[in-house]
């Protein structure tokens, strides 16, 4: 998988040639292009921003430096096609005009040829996007490339989403309900979380099944030795030896946890996909099904 990023602090991305996201990357799992934002500026002080229309507080990035930085990245996917007919069909889609003759054919049934025509997606960090989950980072780690835009000061001028939306699929995405100041922390977080879904970046892959969010619940406890530390023993059901019974404590953890820390999560679930068991101890938790949703009661 190919990630690019555009930034005008390529340096705060360092991070990523470290641990297993850096291993990754020598061992050719993961690929990724840090660009620096400012060199396709257009004057010599390789400015990026200016006053916003309208007035207000703060400065917008400037539209054209973008477009420079994003072009060669949309055309980048074309050229990676390695049949040579593909690659023309592919540079063909790049044009708008070629596109619209075409009856854009993009996002079609993704067979053969078809392959090459899809667009590279566009995420650009910002708390007015999509919220960032464990699905939506599921999803984008079956992409061949994501590209990065990390908008700094006020944000980008909106014509850049627009315009891009010809050459990408354009996803404004947010971490949270909170305000960072740019892009770049958000991309840390999101390359971490979907690079670590590739095959062969986690060592362990029953790791990536075991673990908070990946079945809409949060993680159970876990412990190590010694077994008591402090005064404080571990539960005694985890040194029985009993398989079943240490599975049955850890689901019901999770269902405590998740109870007592995101409420929020519970309401989400789809009950037909619990067990009996799982039901059981939602209802001493205070939960019942009603209407094919599961409310306390
Ligand atoms: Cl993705 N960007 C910025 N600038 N702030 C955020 C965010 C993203 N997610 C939460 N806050």
Redesign the pocket.
Known sequence: MRFDVVSIFPEYLAPLELSLIGKARQDGILELNVHDLRDFATDRHRTVDDTPYGGGAGMVMKPEPWALALEPLAQASAADVPDPVNRTEAAALLDPEVRAEAGDRSGSDGQGSQAALVKPTLIV???A?DVFTQQLAQELSTEDRLVFAC?RYEGIDERVLEWAADYFTVRP????D??????EV?VLAMVEAIGRLLPGVVGNPASLIEESHSDGLLEYPVYTKPSTWRERSIPDVLLSGNHAKIAQFRRDEQLRRTVARRPDLIAALDPALLTKTERATLAELGYAVVGGRLQRH
């Open positions: 960090p910002s708390p996007g908008g995405i947010s971490l949270g909170y305000v960072l100041n740019g892009g958000a």
